[in-house]
């Protein structure tokens, strides 16, 4: 069973812009790749090229392992080379306005937890951040807050995926697997598997 | 519960058992693979010993990187020719069916499945890519997966999944001339935002898509992910029914009778209930073009550019951030921007009808001077049957460039690209930030009769003045 994931804890970075895509995040031409190695260097590469005060780049921010996002991050693309890019690079949990689902998905099966917050609170964070870039930003899903020096916040998880995560019960494959019988047992009643004999 | 609309039927049908997390393991009937995002799944299933069980429930492809002008292996691109070898392995050593270049069933997944008649209503379907949700345009129920569940679902045959709400989207009345599938979508992301989907999955419902053809109904479902949703679907009718008989992997005689009652009885009946319903009239929805960086930045080719203050206090950072990088000005008509290049093919806007449309508008015509126009057909199937009536013949002769089947500049991870600071008038799906290939690109996405428009004309142009 992977680890149970109840907290995370680390240093922040802001970003907090709406709407990025997983293009910007990782662009197309890192997904010519066999292996996810070395996605971590090209995280926002094209982002962070025509804009030199991009926190990826920003000193202050490196080592930073929770990332306060905007509304809608991860939209676009189901490549998982986004969420593997930016854990590569050092993030471990994201707290957002609101995510796009398919990359929730990509993070909850690699251990990253999603948090959401308010806008006003996420600004919040944000600025304690850039205040104190040294200080412990925590996401905590069982209080279901996010503490960085004195700011506390409420934040939510989607239920399944918290579960999921606390209960150390993310990595799918093996119990999706372990219910080989019951799958067979369903797809006995899909008709398009059984000639359409309903 | 809305226990009688389609995608709880097929959810429910399709239901293995709820996890220990609460959601619930899902049955995928049809699982479509392709280069880019299957590599490290097979790693992932070597790595722990295991093997493809239902290896006949998956097919694959190859269309991300295929380069469109010469396919002689080994490619020119070491990394591109690594991932295509790579494809080939793993679909020999785990008993997969692969149509590869050198088979005239391959092309862009969203176009090969329908086409094949693997896509069939009432199917849970899963691909690594986000567009699968073109399927449900054949009312099955298609979710865009990351790489992570390509595994799962290669190894159980099932994914883990929370089951979404259901928000029908209704559009009724009829569509005005010159306005296209691609606009309805368009129209519908620009009134509910990127993200007015997540946590749902769309019912497109009403006189318009009822009156769509099949492939029109696949542009919609297609675009269905840029609204937030990642799956969208329509009640399959005698129009789904008639298209997929005859088809390759469609079933026969008896067989498809059975079949065929049984995808009708699935459609949402008159008493299926809603988590939430929105309503658009036909006659509202104008030729769409985009002007920013997201697919919900649009207005109608005639309009101007909205003013940033005409947006809600929240959305104000991100239109000044679009504007900023198209060099567009607030209030600027979209009618007369000039373009670069011309792009027309893609999941959305690849298959033949989309051809013949913009062969329409191309037909007699030349590309502007200093203009680049590709036509890239989504699959070997449709580039046959593009040559067989002619079309090419039609573009070439205006100016196009005629090029093999595949994802081309709708993504550019293949030699298709845009340079520098290029607008391209594109019929594919996203206008991101150097989503076409150059960091510093911009796209304009609209309908293909409207891309061949613009690049006749070198701008961007009104279809229904366009002569």
């Known amino acids: 069973m992977p680890a149970q994931i109840a907290s995370v804890t680390g240093t922040g970075i802001p970003l907090l812009l709406d709407d990025i895509d997983t293009d910007r995040i990782i662009p197309a031409r890192y997904l010519r790749c066999v292996t996810f190695e070395g996605l971590g260097e090209h995280a926002f590469e094209d982002d962070r090229k025509q804009d030199p005060s991009h926190p990826f780049d920003n000193p202050k921010f490196q080592g930073a392992s929770v990332l306060v996002a905007g509304r809608n991050f991860g939209c676009g693309s189901s490549r998982e080379h986004a969420p593997q890019a930016l854990i590569r690079w050092g993030i471990k949990a994201i707290v957002g306005e609101s995510f796009a689902e398919i990359f929730f998905g990509n993070c909850t099966s690699n251990g990253v937890p999603l948090v959401t917050a308010s806008a006003a609170d996420l600004k919040q964070l944000a600025a304690a951040i850039e205040a104190n870039p040294k200080a412990a930003v925590t996401v905590d899903l069982l209080q279901q807050q996010v503490r960085v020096g004195t700011v506390t916040v409420p934040c939510q998880m989607q239920a399944g995926a918290k579960q999921a995560l606390v209960s150390g019960n993310w990595d799918f494959l093996g119990q999706l697997v372990d219910a080989a019988a019951e799958v067979k047992q369903t797809s006995g009643n899909i008709p398009y598997l059984n000639g359409y004999k309903v | 519960m809305s226990s009688q609309n389609l995608f709880n039927r097929v959810w429910d049908l399709h239901t293995v058992r709820t996890l220990p997390s609460g959601q619930t393991q899902l049955f995928i009937g049809l699982h479509l693979i392709h280069e880019v995002t299957s590599p490290q799944a097979f790693q992932m299933l070597r790595d722990r010993g295991l093997k493809v069980p239902y290896p006949q429930r998956t097919f694959a492809t190859v269309d991300h990187i295929i380069p469109t002008l010469s396919q002689a292996r ?202 939430d319903e929105v309503s658009i009239p036909a006659e509202e929805i104008q030729p769409t073009v985009t002007w920013g960086i997201n697919p919900a930045q649009s207005v109608g080719v005639s309009e101007a550019i909205p003013a940033v203050d005409s947006f809600p206090a929240a959305d104000q950072a991100g239109v000044r951030e679009a504007l900023a990088f198209m060099e567009f000005q607030e209030n600027q008509p979209i009618q007369g921007t000039k373009i670069n290049v011309a792009f027309i093919g893609s999941c959305t806007n690849g298959r033949i009808s989309d051809l013949r449309e913009a062969a329409k508008v191309a037909q007699g015509h030349k590309v502007a001077s200093g203009v680049r126009a590709l036509v890239v057909p989504g699959s070997q199937q449709v580039l046959a049957q593009a040559e067989k009536e002619g079309l090419h013949e039609i573009f070439k002769a205006a100016g196009f460039e005629w090029r093999a089947a595949g994802c081309s500049m709708c993504l550019a991870m293949n030699p298709d690209k845009l340079q520098g600071r290029e607008i391209c008038a594109s019929s594919s799906n996203r206008n991101f930030k150097g989503r076409q290939g150059s960091p510093t690109g911009r796209t304009l996405l609209m309908s293909p009769a409207m891309v061949a428009a613009a690049a006749i004309k070198g701008a961007v142009t009104d279809i229904r003045e366009f002569a």
Not at chain 2, 223 to 230: D, L, P, T, Y
Request: aromatic content about 8%.
């Open chain 2, 74 to 275: 080994p490619f020119q691109d070491d990394l591109a020719e690594q991932m295509m070898s790579a494809i080939e392995k793993n679909c020999r050593e785990f008993g997969v069916t692969l149509l590869n270049l050198d088979d005239n069933r391959q092309g862009i997944v969203h176009v090969v499945g329908p086409e094949q008649g693997l896509t069939v209503p009432g199917m849970t379907i899963a691909c690594g890519d986000s567009h699968t949700s073109t399927h449900g345009a054949f009312g099955s129920i298609a979710f865009g997966i990351g790489t992570s569940q390509v595994a799962d679902v290669l190894a159980s045959q099932t994914m883990a999944l929370g089951r979404p709400k259901v928000r029908r989207i209704l559009v009724n009345g009829k569509l005005a001339k010159g306005v296209y599938a691609k606009d309805v979508v368009l129209h519908i992301i620009r009134k509910l935002g990127v993200n007015g989907g997540v946590g749902y999955a769309y019912e497109y419902a009403g006189d318009v898509f009822s009156a769509m053809t099949m492939e029109e109904r696949m542009t919609v479902c297609n675009m269905s992910i840029e609204g937030g949703a990642r799956c969208g679907y329509i009640n399959p009718d005698q129009t789904t029914v008639d298209y997929i008989k005859g088809r390759p992997f469609a079933p026969k005689s008896e067989e498809f009778e059975r079949a065929a009652k049984w995808w009708l009885s699935l459609a949402s009946g008159p008493d299926a209930t809603f988590d």
